[in-house]
Nanobody
Framework: QVQLVESGGGLVQAGGSLRLSCAAS????????MGWFRQAPGKERDFVAA????????YHADSVKGRFTISRDNAKNTLYLQMNSLKPEDTAVYRC????????????????????WGQGTQVTVSS
């Protein structure tokens, strides 16, 4: 089991940057594939980015490609999401998630591939 705690959210003007962090408890972080999802008020939760347990493979939603970058530091048990050129439509609660299913590589964008979730951190982008 792994516990996840996000940080780094806040209020930023459009065009600005934020870096989200997701700290994982335990000594098995490197055995989990990780993902970031976000949910805006009144909307469904959307996939943002995912990264394989080694960090070799990454996936980004089309809406954030070229602006957001997912990364991880297994030595620090931490997942990151660097967000640049933020837009008002990026406003949402961002949650990190962890999964160990072998099927993850077939569907890293699917919520069903993740078993553990953080509580989330609010990101608000003003225009």
């Amino acid at each position: 089991q792994v516990q996840l705690v996000e940080s780094g959210g806040g209020l930023v003007q459009a065009g600005g940057s934020l870096r989200l962090s997701c700290a994982a408890s335990g000594r098995t972080f490197s055995s989990y594939n990780m993902g970031w999802f976000r949910q805006a008020p009144g909307k469904e939760r959307d996939f943002v980015a995912a990264i394989s347990l080694s960090g070799y493979m990454t996936y980004h939603a089309d809406s954030v490609k070229g602006r957001f970058t997912i990364s991880r530091d297994n030595a620090k048990n931490t997942l990151y999401l660097q967000m640049n050129s933020l837009k008002p439509e990026d406003t949402a609660v961002y949650r990190c998630a962890a999964g160990r299913r072998t099927s993850w590589f077939l569907g890293p964008r699917s919520e069903s591939e993740y078993d553990y979730w953080g509580q989330g951190t609010q990101v608000t982008v003003s225009s």
